[in-house]
């Protein structure tokens, strides 16, 4: 049987076929649906808890993938918090990308063959399901509780989103992002998906940072706060002569 030499800690760990299988079908699963727990990844697999966590620790030792607690919501009840597992870059790197090879070799057919303006088209098209989805719960919202609404959004798609306030707002930052090599190559993807934030969140927003770009994180700037110029109307001095 064919065995595959990987790394926990100092240690090497010979994978057999099976198990090397396995950790592709856990690094594919967190590709296609992003970050997980070891519960969702287990029923999605079909496996037990206690396989996914060996395959899990195992990934995590080799620098594969990071596990980060859930942010509870609501009142937590006893036990610690769930954690979820995302690929790192290096786990990005190493596993399955025949995805982002097919849709890079068909957008770059499409703006060959048609143009940057049907790339432009295509993204747009594919942020107006994403973007009437997300409106459906914030739009309705008061201005100050949308940016929490979205980040809220965005962790339950698998962006492993978080929310920070700031002096003049306040900023989501994505730690995952789906079609992070996708857009190295077609940033309109970013430039659509920023705008779309803007319109959500009612505000005229600024992208700092990208996954795309070679950042840690996605970070988006939201104003919550309207910077009005008031001015003062002079009233003639009235003096007696």
Same mark, same amino acid.
């Given at each position: 049987?064919?065995?595959?030499?990987?790394?926990?800690?100092?240690? /090497?760990?010979?994978?057999?076929?099976?198990?090397?299988?396995?950790?592709?079908?856990?690094?594919?699963?967190?590709?296609?649906?992003?970050?997980?727990?070891?519960?969702?990844?287990?029923?999605?697999?079909?496996?037990?808890?206690?396989?996914?966590?060996?395959?899990?620790?195992?990934?995590?030792?080799?620098?594969?993938?990071?596990?980060?607690?859930?942010? /509870?919501?609501?009142?937590?009840?006893?036990?610690? /918090?769930?954690?979820?597992?995302?690929?790192t870059?290096?786990?990005?790197?190493?596993? /399955?990308?025949?995805?982002?090879?097919?849709?890079?070799?068909?957008?770059?057919y499409?703006?060959?063959?048609?143009?940057?303006?049907?790339?432009?088209?295509?993204?747009?098209?594919?942020?107006?399901?994403?973007?009437?989805?997300?409106?459906?719960?914030?739009?309705?919202?008061?201005?100050?509780?949308?940016?929490?609404?979205?980040?809220?959004?965005?962790?339950?798609?698998?962006?492993?989103?978080?929310?920070?306030?700031?002096?003049?707002?306040?900023?989501?930052?994505?730690?995952?992002?789906?079609?992070?090599?996708?857009a190295?190559?077609?940033?309109?993807?970013?430039?659509?998906?920023?705008?779309?934030?803007?319109?959500l969140?009612?505000?005229? #927003?600024?992208?700092?940072?990208?996954?795309?770009?070679?950042?840690?994180?996605c970070?988006?700037?939201?104003?919550?706060?309207?910077?009005? #110029?008031?001015?003062?109307?002079?009233?003639?001095?009235?003096?007696?002569?």
């Amino acid at each position: 049987m064919k065995t595959v030499e990987a790394r926990t800690g100092d240690n /090497p760990v010979r994978l057999d076929a099976a198990d090397r299988r396995t950790r592709d079908r856990v690094a594919r699963s967190l590709l296609e649906h992003g970050p997980s727990t070891a519960a969702e990844l287990a029923q999605r697999l079909g496996l037990t808890s206690a396989a996914i966590r060996r395959h899990l620790d195992a990934a995590v030792a080799d620098g594969l993938i990071v596990a980060r607690e859930e942010r /509870p919501r609501g009142h937590r009840g006893r036990g610690r /918090p769930a954690k979820r597992f995302s690929l790192t870059d290096a786990g990005h790197s190493a596993g /399955p990308t025949a995805y982002d090879d097919v849709a890079i070799d068909a957008l770059r057919y499409l703006r060959d063959s048609v143009g940057e303006r049907a790339v432009e088209d295509f993204a747009r098209r594919r942020m107006a399901a994403w973007e009437a989805r997300y409106a459906e719960r914030i739009a309705s919202l008061p201005l100050d509780e949308r940016a929490e609404a979205l980040a809220e959004a965005l962790a339950e798609d698998g962006y492993a989103s978080t929310v920070h306030d700031t002096a003049l707002g306040v900023q989501v930052c994505q730690h995952h992002c789906p079609v992070q090599h996708v857009a190295e190559e077609f940033p309109v993807l970013c430039e659509v998906e920023t705008e779309a934030i803007g319109r959500l969140v009612g505000r005229h #927003v600024q992208r700092l940072a990208t996954i795309a770009r070679g950042d840690g994180v996605c970070t988006t700037h939201i104003p919550l706060t309207d910077v009005k #110029v008031r001015q003062a109307t002079a009233t003639p001095e009235v003096t007696s002569s």
